[in-house]
């Protein structure tokens, strides 16, 4: 379980990963010694696993995406994951229940580009079938 100062810490670094020590020791009203003891041992747990880079909104507005729904040859399912997971318009990769068995969150930089992944996906050995949903407008993301 983790502490509500934790609790506040996670937040604030979802918000900014970037922020300092001293930054987050003033905001939580804590020491900089027990701000860093506490990311150590939140990064030791596992709960914190890394810190990535955010698109900054004007990047991410132009960019196109997709949440392609793939149907896979189950005896190539381990196969395919490998060779989805080397697409690096690829940013997200879920396994789900139903009639598709993954879903692919695709990002490009047009809809040109878009479709050569999607041919590349459909064209993988272990691919039985994908079925694609181009976003058009992201209402809210959290």
Do not use: C, P, W
């Amino acid at each position: 379980m983790l502490t509500k100062q934790e609790q506040q810490l996670l937040s604030i670094l979802r918000s900014n990963a970037r922020a300092s020590i001293s930054d987050l020791a003033r905001v939580l009203n804590l020491s900089r010694s027990t701000i860093q003891k506490r990311i150590t041992k939140l990064e030791e747990s596992g709960v914190i696993s890394g810190y990535v880079v955010q698109y900054g909104s004007e990047y991410q507005n132009n960019l196109v995406s997709s949440h392609v729904s793939i149907k896979v040859k189950q005896k190539l399912t381990a196969r395919t994951n490998v060779e989805l997971r080397q697409i690096s318009e690829i940013s997200e990769l879920y396994a789900i229940s139903g009639e598709y068995d993954l879903i692919a969150i695709v990002q490009a930089q047009s809809l040109e580009q878009l479709s050569h992944i999607l041919d590349g996906i459909g064209n993988l050995d272990g691919v039985d079938r994908t079925n694609s949903a181009v976003v058009l407008e992201t209402k809210f993301k959290r």
